[in-house]
């Protein structure tokens, strides 16, 4: 991550310049985004028409994947997916080729997951996947700490809803559950110790509906973004505030548009690595291992290097002339403590929040 650190801390010229080019890059990625769900899904779809097995996969045909990242290409998600892409073609003696498509080349989230369920996207990394079961992670305070979080994900809950991707979700398959540091809340102007200050408050939120409600539990008015228009949303006004893990509030520069970082750990989330199913059965079994073993090792690299960098960014930020606020957590939390209660039966069942919680 050293030799990425120059990438981040570039001066206020270079930030402006960076983002006259994301202007013109962004009209040029809408045309090819549009351009690929059309020619890409009538090639890969036909190429994808019910399963294929390895005995019937042409001998030394190359299988080609775009994997989405809407997160920077200087970030720490796009560095390990490189890795993994790196290494699943020296594993594969170079039959599995995986490009890396960051910085929402390929559109935000809804985009991608429309590009994955007709073909022209062939797997991605995100946080919004609109199965609600899913989104349902990122309700306030779900998770106690990460330990909590990965005894669910990894266990018999975390099985259960990648079974239900599989059956559910029109052709894609939830390969693994990624680390994602805890969210905190920034705002251009208002210190927001304690919910009441965030009284009208226009936020960023993803466009899931748990998200929604949380924050109108809070007292903001929450906004529904694609990630990608955020940095102008809140350059412009659009918008006045946003939440993210410390690494984000890095790797976008939200230290420009930014003044103060309200630890309020609300969230503990983690991110989805999902694939169109059909893509990856293209795979023969051995390819299969090789790809999800690789991906293992890379999402323990991804965690590793999130938690030894956290100080790092907390540091970083407080040199750019962030604001660290430690807010009434009691009050938070108590102000989202019923949100739960008109998702989590109704998306995972009777009963299930309550053995989430129950997991130690």
Same mark, same amino acid.
């Given at each position: 991550?050293?030799?990425?650190?120059?990438?981040?801390?570039?001066?206020?010229?270079?930030?402006?310049?960076?983002? =006259?080019? @994301?202007?013109?890059? *962004?009209?040029?990625?809408?045309?090819?985004?549009? +351009?690929?769900? $059309? &020619? %890409? !899904?009538?090639?890969?779809?036909?190429?994808?028409?019910?399963?294929?097995?390895?005995?019937?996969?042409?001998?030394?045909?190359?299988?080609?994947?775009?994997?989405?990242?809407?997160?920077?290409?200087?970030?720490?998600?796009?560095?390990?997916?490189?890795?993994?892409?790196? =290494?699943? @073609?020296?594993?594969? *003696?170079?039959?599995?080729?995986?490009?890396?498509? +960051?910085?929402? $080349? &390929? %559109? !935000?989230?809804?985009?991608?997951?429309?590009?994955?369920?007709?073909?022209?996207?062939?797997?991605?990394?995100?946080?919004?996947?609109?199965?609600?079961?899913?989104?349902?992670?990122?309700?306030?305070?779900?998770?106690?700490?990460?330990?909590?979080?990965?005894?669910?994900?990894?266990?018999?809950?975390?099985?259960?809803?990648?079974?239900?991707?599989?059956?559910?979700?029109?052709?894609?398959?939830?390969?693994?559950?990624?680390?994602?540091?805890?969210?905190?809340?920034?705002?251009?102007?208002?210190?927001?110790?304690?919910?009441?200050?965030?009284?009208?408050?226009?936020?960023?939120?993803?466009?899931?509906?748990?998200?929604?409600?949380?924050?109108?539990?809070?007292?903001?008015?929450?906004?529904?973004?694609?990630?990608?228009?955020?940095?102008?949303?809140?350059?412009?006004?659009?918008?006045?505030?946003?939440?993210?893990?410390?690494?984000?509030?890095?790797?976008?520069?939200?230290?420009?548009?930014?003044?103060?970082?309200?630890?309020?750990?609300?969230?503990?989330?983690?991110?989805?690595?999902?694939?169109?199913?059909?893509?990856?059965?293209?795979?023969?079994?051995?390819?299969?291992?090789?790809?999800?073993?690789?991906?293992?090792?890379?999402?323990?690299?991804?965690?590793?290097?999130?938690?030894?960098?956290?100080?790092?960014?907390?540091?970083?930020?407080?040199?750019?002339?962030?604001?660290?606020?430690?807010?009434?957590?009691?009050?938070?939390?108590?102000?989202?403590?019923?949100?739960?209660?008109?998702?989590?039966?109704?998306?995972?069942?009777?009963?299930?929040?309550?053995?989430?919680?129950?997991?130690?």
């Amino acid at each position: 991550m050293e030799q990425q650190m120059p990438n981040i801390l570039h001066s206020s010229a270079a930030g402006a310049g960076r983002r =006259l080019a @994301a202007l013109a890059g *962004a009209a040029r990625r809408g045309f090819i985004r549009n +351009a690929a769900l $059309a &020619l %890409g !899904g009538v090639l890969v779809l036909s190429a994808y028409s019910g399963a294929v097995s390895a005995q019937t996969k042409p001998a030394g045909k190359v299988i080609e994947y775009k994997f989405a990242e809407i997160q920077p290409a200087q970030g720490i998600y796009a560095k390990f997916e490189q890795k993994f892409a790196n =290494l699943v @073609a020296e594993r594969t *003696a170079g039959a599995v080729k995986v490009t890396v498509f +960051a910085g929402g $080349a &390929l %559109g !935000g989230e809804k985009d991608v997951l429309e590009g994955m369920r007709v073909g022209s996207v062939q797997m991605g990394l995100l946080g919004l996947t609109l199965m609600p079961y899913l989104d349902a992670i990122w309700g306030p305070y779900v998770f106690r700490d990460n330990d909590h979080a990965k005894k669910v994900l990894q266990g018999e809950i975390g099985q259960s809803w990648k079974d239900r991707v599989l059956k559910e979700s029109g052709g894609l398959r939830l390969l693994d559950y990624v680390y994602f540091g805890p969210r905190e809340l920034t705002t251009k102007a208002t210190p927001a110790r304690t919910p009441a200050q965030l009284k009208g408050l226009k936020i960023r939120v993803m466009e899931a509906p748990i998200y929604l409600a949380t924050w109108k539990a809070l007292g903001a008015s929450p906004v529904p973004m694609a990630w990608p228009e955020v940095f102008t949303g809140l350059q412009q006004g659009t918008i006045d505030a946003q939440e993210n893990p410390y690494e984000l509030i890095v790797s976008n520069s939200l230290f420009e548009v930014q003044k103060y970082v309200i630890a309020t750990d609300h969230v503990r989330p983690f991110r989805f690595l999902l694939m169109n199913d059909a893509a990856f059965n293209l795979m023969s079994k051995e390819q299969q291992k090789i790809f999800t073993d690789t991906w293992q090792e890379i999402g323990k690299e991804i965690e590793s290097e999130y938690v030894s960098k956290e100080q790092v960014y907390i540091d970083l930020l407080k040199s750019k002339g962030m604001i660290f606020i430690r807010p009434d957590l009691k009050a938070y939390r108590a102000a989202t403590q019923n949100v739960w209660k008109d998702f989590m039966p109704k998306v995972w069942g009777p009963g299930v929040y309550e053995k989430v919680q129950a997991v130690h």
